[in-house]
T-cell receptor
Framework: EAQVTQNPRYLITVTGKKLTVTCSQN?????MSWYRQDPGLGLRQIYY???????DKGDVPEGYKVSRKEKRNFPLILESPSPNQTSLYFC?????????????FGPGTRLTVL | GQQVMQIPQYQHVQEGEDFTTYCNSS?????IQWYKQRPGGHPVFLIQ???SGEVKKQKRLTFQFGEAKKNSSLHITATQTTDVGTYFC???????????WGLGTSLAVNP
């Protein structure tokens, strides 16, 4: 089944404790991105990757890191999480075909930083 | 930066009533996409519009892209409880693949 998976789905952590949220897709998509979703603020892009070893900042990259060593994986790293990073995080991947660029979203990771 | 304004923020309807959400941009858009997010779920792609004045239908859903490619709408005819969720528009304004997202319209349907 074509899908984007994220782990963990839920995480409660404390300020300053490094964490990684994994994202994996099995559709051979070259484009992947991370979003955070907060009430009243919609979806905001954190980082994106056009392909392996190619990453770039989105709209709200501060406090986050990413890597793209393999096409299927795009982990999101919070080196020193803070309470303002409490949010719902979505990973997405997409493939441009026939002019249509469809984004497939993972199920989301709900992060709470105390 | 570039923005896409989406209205209304919330809409509450009786089952069977129609519903419309609108997205507006001050700049010309390359294309616009629509997504639906059910409560507790993730956004799911519905459709992409590319051509000026384009109209596409998916059963009870009608999507339009304005003639000037600066606005778009999603209309649902005779809403059902399964239509509950938040509808987002997301637009491409340039040659890159970065999407500019509207803030979404949350639809509640009374049975």
């Amino acid at each position: 089944e074509a899908q984007v998976t994220q782990n963990p789905r839920y995480l409660i952590t404390v300020t300053g404790k490094k964490l990684t949220v994994t994202c994996s897709q099995n559709m051979n998509h070259e484009y992947m991105s991370w979003y955070r979703q907060d009430p009243g603020l919609g979806l905001r892009q954190i980082y994106y990757s056009m392909n392996v070893e190619v990453t770039d900042k989105g709209d709200v990259p501060e406090g986050y890191k990413v890597s793209r060593k393999e096409k299927r994986n795009f982990p999101l790293i919070l080196e020193s999480p803070s309470p303002n990073q409490t949010s719902l995080y979505f990973c997405a991947s997409s493939f441009l075909s026939g002019g249509v660029d469809t984004q497939y979203f993972g199920p989301g990771t709900r992060l709470t930083v105390l | 930066g570039q923005q896409v304004m989406q209205i209304p923020q919330y809409q509450h309807v009786q089952e069977g009533e129609d519903f419309t959400t609108y997205c507006n941009s001050s700049t010309t858009l390359s294309n616009i996409q629509w997504y639906k997010q059910r409560p507790g779920g993730h956004p799911v792609f519905l459709i992409q519009l590319v051509k000026s004045g384009e109209v596409k239908k998916q059963k009870r859903l009608t999507f339009q892209f304005g003639e000037a490619k600066k606005n778009s709408s999603l209309h649902i005819t005779a809403t059902q409880t399964t239509d509950v969720g938040t509808y987002f528009c997301a637009a491409n304004a340039g040659n890159n693949r970065k999407l500019i997202w509207g803030l979404g319209t949350s639809l509640a349907v009374n049975p």
